[in-house]
């Protein structure tokens, strides 16, 4: 039988610097790419859905430069079986952290397979998952990182019946693809030497790097924007600010390693401490987050920025994750699971792990409450509450010190 690769993209969804495409060219003179539709289905976020299906067009226009087709399915185990009747296969795929992302790789791991971790700037290592960041990062930056990458060689390839590709009508902040990501990285180098001075600011394209809807989905790799990074310093002289592009890039890779690790424990109430803390699911409270009715501004536009294009900057999303949780004790799972369904950029990792930390049942080791107006004041919320509320920003009535204080004793047993 004629030997076939099967390459199955999920959030690798790019032809440079991917191991499993890499591989596959290597070893076989006939590859194939095949994306499952049934992916989409789980996607609840319009914005993310759209922005993956912009990002499979520019891949199957970019596998054909190497002489590969994409090929849609909507049953992968009948697709994977049928081919291995015809044809002696093996199947290529990037291993993913979650719950859901393992049990989809059983499915593949039924074949001949062969599988590559490559959502990370650096190769897994093992470290005391439970432990803060700082402890992470000491072990994290005495590694090499691998900035040879390579794009597939040239193959054959076959047809195969395809299902349709859907389109969706959502209007984006950012246009999808991996040659959208490459430029992307390459117009953010022009900025690299202010990022610390204004990553935290909640407007603005260029505060910080939108990088994360691109890595998210595996248009582009962690070390390919390492590497342009790296070039651009060279080129011009390292900071402490294009420093602290490649320390964010490790948060990234601090949660991605934790959940896997721990074996998905980010996603339990009792996260990775095991400590069963009283969150409540009260639905008046809840509602008043979706709805944007809390009463204090910077988190209501926050609401109104997210659900109006399903992006939020860092300091946004933290100041409504620490009310959710801070101010209003509600269970983080309720939070974490409103962001997966609408952030343009949603990874398992970097949402579950950043919400058990604002929760406090993950890697935070110190008891941390944001004041959501202060917060406002130092970055620029006034402009922001303009932009997403037409308004200037006001004192809220709400006595949220307050409940802070009530929900720390009542909810985290913790003492002022
Ligand atoms: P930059 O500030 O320019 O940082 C550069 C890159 O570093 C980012 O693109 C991202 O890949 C990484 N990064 C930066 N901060 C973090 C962080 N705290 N955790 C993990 N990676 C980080 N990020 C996601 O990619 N997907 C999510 O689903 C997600 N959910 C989040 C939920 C909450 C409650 C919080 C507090 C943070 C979440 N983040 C998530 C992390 C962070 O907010 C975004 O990565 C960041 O805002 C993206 O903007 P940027 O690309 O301009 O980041």
Redesign the pocket.
């Known amino acids: 039988m004629k030997k076939l690769a099967l390459v199955i993209f999920r959030n690798n969804l790019r032809v440079l610097d991917n191991k499993a495409l890499l591989s596959a060219t290597k070893d076989c003179e006939t590859v194939i790419g095949i994306y499952d539709l049934n992916l989409l289905d789980y996607i609840k976020s319009s914005f993310r859905k759209e922005f993956i299906i912009q990002t499979i067009h520019n891949l199957e226009k970019n596998l054909k430069r190497y002489g590969i087709n994409l090929s849609y399915t909507k049953d992968i185990s009948s697709t994977l079986e049928k081919l291995s009747k015809k044809y002696c296969i093996t199947v290529y795929f990037s291993k993913e952290v979650g719950t859901y992302e393992e049990t989809y790789e059983n499915k593949l791991k039924k074949f001949s397979y062969k599988e590559y971790f490559e959502q990370t700037l650096i190769e897994p290592f093992e470290f005391d998952y439970t432990n803060s960041f700082s402890h992470f990062r000491k072990k994290a930056e005495k590694k090499e990182i691998d900035t040879n990458l390579e794009t597939p060689k040239i193959v054959n390839t076959i047809d195969c019946r395809n299902e349709i590709l859907p389109s969706t009508f959502s209007t984006l902040i950012f246009k999808g693809g991996e040659d959208e990501a490459l430029k992307r990285v390459n117009h953010y180098m022009n900025y690299i030497h202010d ?1 610390f001075e204004t ?1 935290n600011e909640m407007c603005g394209l260029d505060s ?5 809807p691109y ?2 989905c595996g248009a582009i790799s962690p070390r390919t924007v390492y590497k342009i990074l790296k070039k651009e310093e060279e080129k011009t002289f390292s900071s402490k600010s294009s420093y602290w ?1 490649y320390f ?2 490790l ?2 890779d601090f ?1 991605h390693m934790v959940m896997l690790q721990s074996k998905n424990k980010l996603f339990l109430k009792t996260g990775l401490k095991n400590i069963d803390f009283n969150f409540n699911t009260n639905k008046k409270s809840i509602e008043s987050v979706l709805h944007g009715n809390t009463g204090v501004d910077i988190i209501d536009a926050s609401t109104k920025e997210l659900t109006s294009t399903g992006w ?3 300091r946004n ?2 100041l ?2 620490s009310y959710w949780t801070k101010n209003l004790g509600l269970d983080f799972r309720i939070g974490a699971k409103w ?1 997966e369904d609408l ?1 343009i ?3 398992p990792a ?2 579950w ?3 058990a930390y ?1 929760a406090y049942v993950g890697n935070d080791k110190r008891y941390n409450v944001f004041d959501p107006e202060e917060q406002s004041k130092f970055y620029g919320g006034n402009t922001y509450i303009n932009k997403w509320l037409h308004k200037n920003e006001t004192s809220s009535h709400v006595a949220y010190k307050k409940m802070a204080l009530k929900i720390k004793r009542e909810v985290f047993n913790l003492n002022e």
């Open positions: 990022y990553r910080s790097t939108k990088f994360s890595l998210a592009i964010e890039l948060w990234r949660f939020l900057s860092n999303r933290q409504l994750a962001f952030l950029d949603y990874s970097s949402n792990g950043n919400w604002i």
